[in-house]
């Protein structure tokens, strides 16, 4: 009876992808500060009821939101935020950090937030705050992410660096702009990955060095003092408290923190999570805590992660591409659906971990190329011009899947995919002065790889989940769910 209900509801999802939005979709009310998200069971909730999340990953809407002298865009940043509110949109993945060092750093974002330990940029900050006000007013909540453990920010990596000196980051291959082949017009791309003869290392390498963070002391107590600073942050717009801003959901220990290889009891990560997790309690009681992990190591890692206390739910991101599981350059319909068995039974799968962890369990990344087999003989692999029929499909399926398991009584809270790009195109991008054209992908890796556009069918598909999804709440309200 449960794999019929399962496969109705499955299907119905399906169906609800497929149908066309409402054009005349009310303008979403500004967030009550004092209306926290909690967990109850395996549901999210807040003051109206079931909270199911419609997200996007908009990681750099600290530096979008920034003076205009650090390279901000205001204008671009409030139009691509009433881009995603018109599509149902109401949670947002962004950073909240970025690391410097004392010479300049490729693969990352520029300007940092914080250029040193304790030294920050007032004016990237003051970013923060615009970004957190204006989502406020759209009815958006975010996950705030303290750390990461990839280059593009910073992050782990540059937090060894500094406890030891400022040791050189051994960087894994990384997208370079201004590496061959480049287009005519200076700072416009394209660029290719790093290489060996670059001085890239190799991932293995390079998570050794950055996953130091969970043993090193030094780098561990800096890292802690920009949680205090960011939690406790007064907002400079709004004069609301970080963390008397229930704006914010979620304080995220850091984006896909890296365990070791297999399962081992000693492994540093667990008690990292442990202090960290424990450490943003003390700081932000009313808000909600997760880890960032990617579920992509298999049960054992996964519950060993969310079982930590002070971890509210469980993440999981699904990469099929990265994971070699899909190939962007073929075609077939074979292909496709490897991908999908794939992220449905990724989904299932981790559905079942999180119930036995008894948590609820949140899609905060996924993507997938565009038809990339049309851009295969031309001058850059990822033109926007490139349609979208295997993106589409897998958007219906994933995401149906999420939609499915949250109906049936599942651990699955909502999707979040990898990362609104909004109204830029790599055929028209420009490098600011620090170097930036802020794609939807980051720094390090190729522009326009996974970015999804104000203009993409998948932006269509999430926006049909946001009102699917409250429909059923509405129906089912007095069902005790």
Known sequence: MRASIAFLSFAVAATALNTPRNPHKK???AIDPKDFVYVDGLRLKDAKGLHYITGLNYWACLNLAADASQGGNYSRLVTELDQMAAHGVNHLRVMASSEGAPTPQPFRMNPPLMDAPGKYNEKVFRGLDICLDELSKRGIRATMTLNDEWQWSGGFAQYVSWANNNTAIPYPPSWNMTKAPQRPTP????GN???????AHTYNEYTTFANQIYTNQLAEQWYKDHIKTVITRKNTVNGKKYNEDAT??????ANEPQSLDSFNTSDPLFPWVDRISTYIRSLAPKQLISVGLESKQGEQIFKAVHKAPDVDYATTHCWVQNWGIYDMYNASEANLKVAQDFATAFVANTSRWARDVGKPVFLEEFGMARDNWENADKEYPYLSSASTTHKDAYFRTIIGAVMADFKKGGAYVGTCPWAYGGIWRPETQVMNEFGMVWAGDPPHESPGWYDL???DEAMNIVARQQKDVAAWIKRNSTHGY
């Open 453 to 455: 556009y104000d203009d």
């Open 248 to 253: 914010i959901m979620t304080w995220q220990l």
């Open 187 to 190: 700072g416009t791309g394209w």
């Open 193 to 199: 990955y790093s290489d060996t003869e670059d001085g």
């Open 27 to 29: 303008k979403p009310h």
